[in-house]
């Protein structure tokens, strides 16, 4: 499969996977599911196009494993959040703007879907590269490992302020 068709296959799998988000926050009147779903969609995406892609399978195989872990550890994180709590201000905020309308809330999901797919690019460039770079394979997986351990750690202080009512 050539890398236009995988992202087109992305993209369908995204617009169903957000449809379905939209239709979970039309129940449960939350629609924070979106980030949920985006970070897990864009982790997907990266294992999706190392797995149709035709190249190199040492970069192939550090895009999947990096970015399915990265989508899976912020999908999680948000998901504990958005099952637990109520609707993120930002997201009130679009619903009182928007008057509840749900056709407007729908495009917003589906325009997060394409998201998925335009922030896949670089995981597809990797997946179809022919080449394996041992020095910037090293260097992208230093680089992984740091920005996701500061990230978890920004996401665990900033549950324990806001869990602290002070």
């Given at each position: 499969?050539?890398?236009?068709?995988?992202?087109?296959?992305?993209?369908?799998?995204?617009?169903?996977?957000?449809?379905?988000?939209?239709?979970?926050?039309?129940?449960?009147?939350?629609?924070?599911?979106?980030?949920?779903?985006?970070?897990?969609?864009?982790?997907?995406?990266?294992?999706?196009m190392a797995v149709l892609g035709g190249g190199s399978l040492g970069p192939r195989a550090v895009v999947a494993v990096l970015g399915g872990l990265w989508g899976a550890r912020l999908a999680r994180h948000l998901w504990r959040r958005v099952s637990s709590e109520v609707e993120d201000g930002r997201y009130r905020h679009l619903r009182a703007h928007w008057n509840g309308h749900q056709g407007r809330f729908f495009a917003f999901f589906q325009f997060q879907a394409l998201l998925i797919v335009l922030f896949a690019l670089p995981f597809a460039a990797v997946a179809w590269n022919p080449v394996?770079?041992?020095p910037w394979l090293v260097s992208s997986i230093c680089i992984w490992i740091v920005s996701v351990t500061g990230e978890a750690v920004a996401d665990w202080q900033l549950a324990q302020f806001r869990s602290n009512p002070a």
């Open positions: 499969m050539n890398v236009w068709r995988s992202m087109a296959v992305l993209w369908v799998i995204a617009a169903l996977m957000m449809t379905l988000g939209w239709r979970w926050q039309c129940r449960h009147g939350n629609a924070g599911i979106v980030d949920v779903l985006w970070a897990a969609g864009l982790g997907g995406g990266a294992v999706l394996t770079s041992w």
